[in-house]
């Protein structure tokens, strides 16, 4: 790794109150601009002191000694930088210094901190993590080994390799190499982030270098089902029993906004009697283990009273007979096309159409749908906000009529 700048200097450094006598000698090393000082542990008399040469005038045995001293510090820092140019190792003067100190830090490598990272959450899994955490980690450490042997062909990098260059161009190599959207990239760097964050707390990087690289997410339209889309859904009658379930689970979600997760595991005991005397539902939600309390609709009761004798809800203790995610969404596909609805319909559709036509339409105020929704921040509830037109025009007409 070639630097722009080296240099090195020995110089006396002068105390605030100083009024005589000898002066502790520093040496000062730049690299690029940066530098740092230390003490060389001697000291020399301002008058003595060659400035141009860094050395002390004089040809007496301890001038010599001196002189000879500061020219195996001086060979020491140059051995160093040489070392580190051989190894392709980052060089700052901090380095440098540290090396010389004796107080280098080991090399670590990205793939090996991460590898390391998974296990210690493997082993938390149903504890401090859901299951789908660990699985986005190894999907990441994946990514992050193949473009490391993509860019650097090489099997793991020092992290001193990390830096701005390193991450604006892991962004182009997930959108262009893989294919990957812009919003699921800034979700995969954001999980890579995390572990560049540990190497940053605990002080084997100077910088974080995600700090000048922006991950903004680009807004993207939350499609949910209209009132009649959701209308139809309802009315349909099914032959098939499995497509009639799928149905009822799905629409159980578009009346409370449970995620598939958390429609899967709840249970009995989550349904509480609430402060109005109605029933509630009062969860954490598996994502951001934040709470949600929902006062359940008259829709959400009556799916629950269908189904409160199900086999595979009493042989598992579920409240509902939920299926896989994958076969939810594959009967999910059949039941769109059944109701003539020409969207792509998925199980987290639900929760964008409680946010949507089930609350915000029908006027119940932001605050209340985003604590129903589990949400630690506003500013994701309002993503849903932007599109519900049929609200915005209620609205505007009654300022119309006001206005008459």
């Known amino acids: 790794m070639l630097t722009k700048n080296f240099s090195l200097l020995f110089y006396l450094k002068k105390r605030s109150n100083y009024s005589g006598g000898k002066l502790p000698i520093y040496i000062r090393i730049t690299i690029d601009g940066r530098r740092v000082e230390l003490t060389a542990q001697r000291d020399c008399e301002p008058e003595k002191w060659n400035i141009d040469a860094g050395r002390k005038n004089g040809t007496k045995e301890d001038v010599r000694a001196l002189n000879a001293y500061l020219d195996t510090l001086q060979a020491k820092v140059y051995e160093i930088h040489r070392r580190l140019v051989e190894a392709d190792e980052e ?71 990390l830096n701005y260059d390193f991450i604006a161009d892991y962004e182009y190599w997930l959108k262009s190499v893989k294919n990957i959207s812009h919003n699921t ?117 009556s799916i629950l009273k269908k189904y409160e004798t199900h086999p595979q809800c009493e042989r598992k203790g579920q409240l509902l007979p939920v299926l896989s995610n994958q076969k939810m969404n594959s009967y999910l596909k059949e039941i769109a096309v059944l109701c003539r609805i020409n969207k792509t319909i998925t199980f987290h559709l639900a929760r964008h159409t409680f946010a949507t036509t089930v609350t915000l339409t029908n006027g119940v105020p932001m605050e209340s749908v985003s604590k129903m929704l589990g949400h630690r921040n506003l500013k994701t509830t309002q993503q849903y906000a932007k599109i519900v037109d049929v609200k915005v025009s209620e609205d505007m007409k009654k300022l119309r009529e006001k206005l008459k």
């Not at 190894?138 to 099997?155: A, G, N, P, Q, V």
């Not at 449970?258 to 899967?264: C, G, M, S």
Request: aromatic residues 10%; contains cysteine.
């Open 91 to 161: 060089i700052t003067a901090e380095i440098i210094r540290n090396h010389l100190n004796g107080t280098a830090a080991k090399s670590r490598f990205i793939i090996a901190l991460f590898l390391e990272h998974n296990d210690r959450v493997a082993g938390l899994v149903n504890k401090d993590y859901a299951p789908g955490t660990l699985s986005r980690y190894k999907t990441m450490l994946e990514h992050t080994r193949d473009f490391i042997r993509y860019k650097y062909k090489k099997d793991d990098l020092d992290i001193f390799k």
């Open 185 to 301: 990239a800034m979700k995969y760097l954001a999980t890579f982030k995390k572990i560049v964050i540990i190497c940053v707390k605990n002080g084997w990087l100077q910088r974080d270098p995600f700090h000048a690289f922006k991950m903004s997410k680009r807004e993207v339209d939350r499609t949910a089902l209209t009132a009649d889309e959701l209308a139809r859904v309802v009315k349909k009658k099914f032959d098939n029993e499995r497509l009639s379930q799928v149905r009822d689970i799905f629409l159980f979600c578009c009346y409370t906004g449970l995620a598939y997760i958390d429609v899967y595991k709840l249970r009995r005991s989550e349904v509480i009697i609430g402060i109005d005397g109605e029933e509630w539902l009062v969860i954490n939600r598996q994502k951001t283990d934040s709470p949600s309390r929902i006062p359940l609709l008259p829709q959400a009761l």
